[in-house]
């Protein structure tokens, strides 16, 4: 293949990717409205479209019109940097995660990731990582007392559990012996997700998402009983879309990174069992990776409307306590497995 | 020959993501009205005027918090070349790690000892049912 047809073909899956992505998340804020509404028996938005499936969009071109309120107090440059470095590194992360194996079309070789990054494992736990700047940057650069709060208590909670994702991270690798999404879903063949191997670092993989997403039980830095709005009491128009839009993106990257990391990517069992060859094959892998990361998704939104909020040293008890050591044996675990049964 | 190694790749996904952001952001500031007042951007304190100054001082545990990260995260870095080449390793390579974490989890213990990790929690106190009789007698 010559550079031209790379960069096209490149272009092409991303501007695929980030459209299909983008309107995923406009639609998780609707099925959480949805589920919602189910949770507590009530309608839900039901007026825009048939059953409110236009909802996302009139709430985007609503948010569109809104006045942006840029308080007095701020600091300028930092409040306007803030949403866009929270909705660029949600965005970012989906680069290195594939959605499905590699396929022939066209003459063309193509492999159903964006970007098959040797390391792309530290790639998103580095971009994880920035995504503590834009909280903290709102958090400070807003001139309020419940935003500064909000951000320094966010901040401390999203590292807390980082740790603990991290050791878990640990035990992935240990199995596949390589940093590569790809080469990590591939190492799950069959039913060997690690979701089943190593139970332990999937729930303290959970867990740490869930902390790190700021979703309830865990969004203490926007607890609205306590702090207003948390980080961004001082948002409004789109930046406070961008903030909104980031949470939601940052829900569907860490469905996606838990199904690769342990509930075996794009693996489809069925395709082995049914020795189904060809476009079909790929057809139900990408379905199931699809799948898998609707069901996660439902899954944070379910926790959300059915579990209360966590006191601060709870949080900060369980993230340390808890997660961490657990996180810790599950690395012993996998090792003595490794070492036992030579897989 | 000219080539797109696969962190070009990330970069133009990059680029792309921040085109689209910058430009959600700015035909916002073009389609949305502009009429700030004084009391439109005073900072929100629940409808009263703001008091003192917003960066108020905040609890020295999430400096110790931060502290007790930077120590942990710098292992895991430390633990990723370990468990890469694990399996060609044997019995070694299991005991050098085991050595590694038990370390790590002296250090961890170490510092739950010392009472780093505990948070100001409240302790409430309950009224007792036998104190509450006792008083009315």
Redesign the interface.
């Known amino acids: 293949m010559s550079?031209m047809e790379?960069?096209v073909i490149?272009?092409i899956k991303?501007?695929a990717i980030?459209s299909v992505f983008?309107l995923s998340v406009a639609y998780s804020v609707y099925f959480e409205r949805k589920i919602a509404s189910w949770a507590q028996n009530r309608v839900g938005p039901n007026r825009v479209g048939w059953n409110g499936l236009l909802q996302p969009f009139a709430d985007v071109f609503k948010?569109?019109?809104?006045?942006?309120?840029?308080?007095?107090?701020?600091n300028k440059p930092l409040h306007?940097l803030a949403?866009?470095i929270a909705?660029?590194v949600a965005?970012?992360t989906?680069?290195?995660i594939p959605f499905g194996p590699e396929v022939e079309l066209f003459g063309y070789k193509i492999n159903l990731v964006?970007?098959?990054?040797?390391i792309g494992i530290?790639?998103v736990l580095a971009f994880t990582s920035i995504a503590v700047y834009g909280i903290t940057f709102a958090g400070?650069s807003?001139?309020?007392?419940?935003?500064?709060?909000g951000g320094?208590?966010s901040?401390?909670q999203m590292?807390?559990y980082?740790?603990s994702m991290?050791?878990s991270v640990?035990?992935v690798?240990?199995l596949a012996?390589?940093?590569s999404p790809v080469k990590i879903v591939e190492a799950q063949h069959g039913w060997m997700w690690n979701a089943i191997i190593q139970p332990i670092g999937f729930i303290t993989f959970l867990v740490s998402s869930f902390a790190e997403t700021n979703r309830l039980p865990f969004d203490l830095p926007e607890a609205e009983p306590e702090l207003?709005g948390g980080y961004h009491?001082?948002y409004s128009?789109?930046?406070f879309?961008?903030f909104f839009l980031a949470e939601y993106a940052n829900m569907i990257i860490s469905s996606a990174l838990i199904t690769t990391l342990y509930l075996g990517g794009w693996q489809n069992p069925l395709v082995d069992i049914f020795h189904i060859q060809g476009g079909w094959a790929v057809a139900m892998q990408v379905g199931a990776f699809m799948i898998k990361i609707a069901l996660l998704l439902f899954f944070f939104i379910w926790v959300r409307w059915s579990l209360p909020r966590f006191?601060?040293?709870q949080l900060?008890?369980l993230g340390?306590?808890v997660m961490?050591?657990l996180a810790?044996l599950n690395?012993?675990w996998v090792?003595?497995l490794?070492?036992v049964f030579k897989i | 020959m000219l080539m797109l190694t696969e962190f070009g790749k990330v970069f133009i996904f990059i680029l792309l993501g921040a085109i689209f952001v910058t430009i959600a952001i700015i035909a916002a500031k073009l389609v949305s009205p502009n009429r700030p007042t004084h009391e439109k951007l005073l900072t929100y304190e629940c409808g009263e005027n703001p008091v003192g100054s917003p960066w108020v001082k905040f609890n020295i545990r999430f400096y110790v918090v931060a502290l007790i990260f930077l120590i942990f995260d710098v292992e895991v870095v430390l633990l990723f070349p370990w468990a890469l080449v694990y399996k060609g390793f044997g019995i070694f390579g299991f005991l050098t790690g085991i050595i590694f974490l038990v370390i790590l989890g002296l250090g961890m213990a170490y510092e739950w000892r010392k009472g780093d990790l505990e948070w100001a929690r409240p302790h409430p106190i309950p009224p007792e049912l036998d104190k509450v009789l006792s008083k009315k007698e």
């Open positions: 550079i790379i960069v490149t272009l991303i501007v980030l983008l948010l569109l019109l809104k006045e942006d309120i840029v308080p007095e107090a701020s306007t949403p866009f909705l660029l965005f970012s989906y680069a290195v964006v970007a098959d990054v040797n530290l790639y400070w807003s001139g309020s007392k419940y935003s500064l709060l320094i208590r901040s401390a590292i807390s980082e740790v991290g050791f640990g035990g690798i240990l012996e390589s940093l207003v009491t001082e128009s789109m930046k879309a961008g006191r601060y040293d900060m008890n340390w306590k961490f050591p810790l690395i012993i090792a003595v490794i070492m």
